[in-house]
C-alpha cells in the first residue's frame, strides 16, 4: 500500500484491459498556494512565477511538443541512454516498485518496462507521480494499452513537498528524470534531494538525469525553437493563470525571452513586457503593473558538471553507484542510493 492516507480524491479509470486509480493529493491549500506564490512573484522586484505552474493540460501537451523539437536534444539524448542500459537495469528487476516524480508523458517508463520483459513486468507496480492529473491520466491508460499485465497506481501531487505519500512496503526504484532537478536552485535541489534519501529504505535507489553544460549556443538554441513552440509553451502559464486566479493576462504583451547564465550554470528563461500595462488578480483585488521591457523570471533550467552533481549528492547523503552518459557527454543519468552513514 501507498503510505499516505486522505487524498483529497480517489478516481478509477478504465483502460482497454482493466481499471486504475489515481489518488490526488492537491488540496485546497494548493489552490491557495497558486494566489500566494503570483502575488509574492509579481510583486518582487525581479517579478518572478514558478514554473510548475506551466503544466496545466495543454502546458504538458506544450512540453511533449517541445520534447520532440529537432533543437531540444534533452529528451532524446536521454531515451538514448536509457535503451542503453534499460536491460541491465531490468533484467534482475521483480517485485518491486517504480516511483517516477514528474512522471509527464509515458516515452522513458516504456523504454524501462519493454526490457523488463512480461514475466517480471507483470509483478511489477508503477507508480507515475505528477502535478499535472490529465498527464498521469493518460500516461497511465497509454501504458496499460500496452502492457495490461502491468499494476499503475497514480499519484496526482506536488512531489517536491509531497514525497510521504510515495513510500511503499517494497523495494523502490525512484526516477527523476529529464533533468526536472534543474529547475530547483542549488539548495533547493539539495534539500529535495535530502528529502528523497531520508524517505528511501535502505534497498531504495534513485535514478536522476541531469541536463550536462555544453557550448552557449546549443543550450541556447534548445530554448528558443524556431517554431517558436518554447514560446508558446513559456506563454501558457499566464493562461493558467488567468484560469486559476481570474487575471486578464494578455499574452501578446509579452515575448518570449530565454538565455544562458553562465554565472548560475542555468538557462533562465522570462516573458518580457513589449508595452506598459497592468493586470488584475484575484477578482480585480491586486493589481499589477508592467513597463515596457521589464521581464517577468519564469523557469530555471540548470546545466550540470559531473563536479557539481557530486557535490549535491554528497551533501544530501546519496552515494553515487553508477553513472551513465551519451558519448559526447550532453546528458548523464546518475544512479544513487542512500549514504549507509545517512541517519547518524
Ligand atoms: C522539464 C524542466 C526539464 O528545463 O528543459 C523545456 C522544461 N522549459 N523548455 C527544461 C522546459 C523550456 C524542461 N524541464
Not at 480524491?9 to 497558486?34: C, G, M, P, W
Amino acid at each position: 500500500m501507498v503510505n499516505m492516507s486522505n487524498p483529497r480524491a480517489v478516481n478509477t479509470f478504465k483502460s482497454k484491459s482493466q481499471l486504475f486509480e489515481t489518488l490526488n493529493y492537491l488540496d485546497r491549500k494548493h489552490e491557495n498556494d497558486i494566489a500566494r506564490d503570483v502575488r509574492e512573484g509579481l510583486t518582487a522586484s525581479q517579478k518572478y512565477i514558478p514554473c510548475k505552474y506551466f503544466y496545466d493540460a495543454r502546458g504538458s501537451k506544450l512540453f511533449e511538443d517541445i520534447c520532440r523539437l529537432p533543437e531540444y536534444y534533452l529528451t532524446r539524448t536521454e531515451m538514448s541512454i536509457l535503451r542503453d542500459i534499460a536491460r541491465d537495469l531490468m533484467k534482475t528487476f521483480a517485485h518491486q516498485d517504480l516511483v517516477e516524480l514528474g512522471s509527464g508523458a509515458n516515452w522513458k517508463i516504456r523504454i524501462l518496462l519493454d526490457a523488463a520483459g512480461e514475466s517480471n513486468r507483470s509483478t511489477l507496480r508503477y507508480i507515475p507521480a505528477d502535478i499535472s492529473e490529465s498527464a498521469v491520466i493518460e500516461a497511465s491508460q497509454g501504458l496499460l494499452e500496452i502492457f495490461p499485465e502491468l499494476d499503475v497506481l497514480g499519484i496526482v501531487a506536488d512531489f517536491t513537498c509531497q514525497l510521504e505519500v510515495l513510500r511503499t512496503e517494497r523495494p523502490i526504484m525512484f526516477l527523476f528524470l529529464g533533468s526536472t532537478i534543474g529547475n530547483l536552485c542549488e539548495h533547493e535541489s539539495i534539500s529535495f534531494l535530502q528529502n528523497v534519501s531520508d524517505n528511501m529504505k535502505p534497498d531504495d535507489r534513485l535514478l536522476i538525469g541531469f541536463d550536462m553544460v555544453k557550448p552557449r549556443e546549443i543550450l541556447e538554441a534548445a530554448y528558443n525553437d524556431s517554431q517558436g513552440v518554447t514560446s508558446e509553451f513559456n506563454k501558457n502559464i499566464l493562461s493558467v493563470i488567468n484560469r486559476a486566479l481570474g487575471a486578464d493576462f494578455n499574452p501578446s504583451h509579452f515575448d518570449h525571452w530565454a538565455f544562458f547564465n553562465e554565472e548560475h550554470s542555468r538557462i533562465e528563461m522570462h516573458l518580457r513586457a513589449n508595452c506598459d500595462f497592468s493586470v488584475k488578480l484575484e477578482s480585480n483585488r491586486v493589481e499589477i503593473e508592467f513597463k515596457k521591457g521589464e521581464t517577468t523570471h519564469t523557469e530555471n533550467s540548470r546545466k550540470f558538471t559531473r563536479a557539481s552533481i557530486e557535490k549535491m549528492a554528497s551533501q544530501a547523503r546519496l552515494s553515487i553507484e553508477n553513472w551513465y552518459c551519451d558519448p559526447d557527454g550532453w546528458f548523464s543519468i546518475v544512479e544513487m542510493i542512500p549514504d549507509p552513514r545517512r541517519s547518524s
